[in-house]
């Protein structure tokens, strides 16, 4: 290990005595429910703020555009976060290497919070015109930045922890922390829809969300300092060289890996967007459907994406988490053919496209995480998942729901469908590279 990630330990959270002990240890178990947990209260936070952009922004902070361009106009201010995030990551590394992880956590959590917080109180473009607005953007993008900082190296340490026969059932647990978000922030936006007005709804129901996501924070705050501050864990956290290590050495040493880790799950993170944030614009904007029941549509399809998941994480045990990706891929790849006809096609149509994306999204959205966890040597290991996941974030996901609308609008469901077949592409492109270089393990 060299010398600049030996000194990123916390000295004031490495144990006095030496050896390992192992009724000390964390299990793969313990981890799995500390990076579930922590998870959950980051989908929530993304969700609310995605399904804000559908049902209330374009009317709060967009009144003088028409509904379609206001909600472009959100959709643009919800990709800061997807730009942001990679640049908090190289802030909060240099925060973690000179004061320790739990001043990196506590700092970029409490930022995460405040941020939603002041999203929840912000006054709209009635009051404040456009400074309204720019407040908007500069949460969201501190939102962004926030999320950069709260990398841990939990769900990489569980990886490295689990039985090698079991690497795929336990590369798909944090994955679970998804759907459970969107079934949260959906439910509670259903329930405040169905209770209040529209009017009274624009005017202060939809700031609720953002409140119990604040609420959510931390609690979550504080479950993962209570992990990390555990003499075990940057014990365990040293032993498996999981230390932060210099970007410029990594993009050197292991620049290929962070591009094939960023463009291995690019097929889930367009499909992600695509089955929650867009379709419920879709849905809202040019179909007459109930809000309030496709709302309950989108939540029994999160429900459908969990044994999905489960399915996965089973069949990657079996037949290698690279080739399950690649699976998935594959299947997204012909869904994204009936796009058009799904969206286009009527009320049922409609139906079929969220739950059927819903179970390919689950499927291959449970190993995403692990075909970016294991591809670089250990020393730069912990940095390397980070930046491949935000790097993938941003270009899988970040934009789809701007991208979706946009090619829906001007140029017609169809192209939906190539959008979506173009995240595939870029999935099978990086499996078949990484097969043939070795670069991404199948274990």
Not at 1 to 10: E, F, G, K, P
Not at 289 to 298: G, H
Not at 333 to 340: Q, R
Not at 363 to 387: C, E, I, K, W
Request: aromatic residues 14%.
């Amino acid at each position: 290990m060299s010398t600049s990630n030996a000194s990123s330990i916390d000295p004031s959270v490495i144990p006095v005595q030496s050896g390992d002990s192992h009724a000390g240890n964390f299990t793969p178990g313990d981890l799995a429910i500390g990076v579930v947990v922590g998870r959950i209260s980051q989908s929530f936070d993304f969700f609310v703020f995605g399904i804000g952009c559908v049902l209330a922004f374009p009317a709060v902070f967009f009144p003088f555009a028409n509904h379609v361009d206001g909600m472009f106009f959100a959709f643009a201010i919800f990709a800061l976060a997807f730009i942001a995030r990679p640049l908090g990551s190289m802030f909060f590394l240099v925060l973690h290497r000179n004061f320790g992880l739990v001043t990196k956590l506590t700092v970029a959590l409490f930022l995460l919070g405040m941020a939603t917080a002041g999203t929840a109180f912000l006054p709209g473009y009635a009051s404040l015109g456009w400074w309204a607005i720019a407040a908007l953007a500069v949460l969201r993008f501190g939102q962004g930045f926030a999320l950069g900082g709260s990398w841990n190296g939990l769900a990489s340490l569980m990886a490295l922890k689990a039985p090698k026969e079991r690497r795929g059932w336990y590369a798909m647990l944090p994955q679970l922390a998804d759907p459970a978000g969107f079934i949260i922030a959906a439910g509670l936006f259903a329930f405040i829809w169905t209770s209040l007005s529209h009017q009274d709804f624009i005017d202060w129901g939809w700031r609720y969300p953002f409140f119990a996501a604040f609420a959510i924070n931390v609690v979550a705050l504080f479950a993962r300092l209570r992990m990390v501050v555990a003499p075990r864990y940057a014990e365990q956290m040293q032993q498996r060289d999981l230390v932060p290590s210099p970007v410029r050495e990594l993009a050197r040493s292991q620049g290929r890996n962070v591009a094939l880790g960023a463009f291995a799950p690019l097929a889930s993170y367009a499909m992600f967007h695509l089955v929650t944030i867009f379709a419920l614009s879709w849905a809202v904007l040019f179909t007459q459907q109930s809000l309030v029941s496709f709302l309950l549509v989108q939540i029994a399809g999160a429900l459908v994406a969990i044994p999905c998941m489960l399915l996965s994480g089973s069949v990657a045990d079996r037949i290698g988490r690279r080739t399950t990706l690649a699976v998935g891929g594959v299947l997204i790849a012909v869904y994204s053919g009936w796009t058009a006809l799904l969206l286009s096609g009527g009320t049922i149509n409609s139906y079929l496209f969220i739950i059927l994306g819903y179970a390919l999204l689950g499927f291959t959205h449970a190993q995403a995480a692990g075909a970016v966890s294991s591809n670089f040597r250990p020393d730069y290991r912990y940095t390397g998942a980070m930046l491949s996941s935000d790097l993938g974030w941003l270009i899988g996901a970040g934009f789809a729901p701007l991208v979706a609308l946009a090619l829906a609008e001007y140029a017609g469901v169809d192209y939906v469908g190539l959008y979506l077949l173009s995240g595939a592409i870029g999935t099978l492109a990086a499996v078949w590279i990484s097969r043939r270089s070795g670069a991404l393990p199948n274990d």
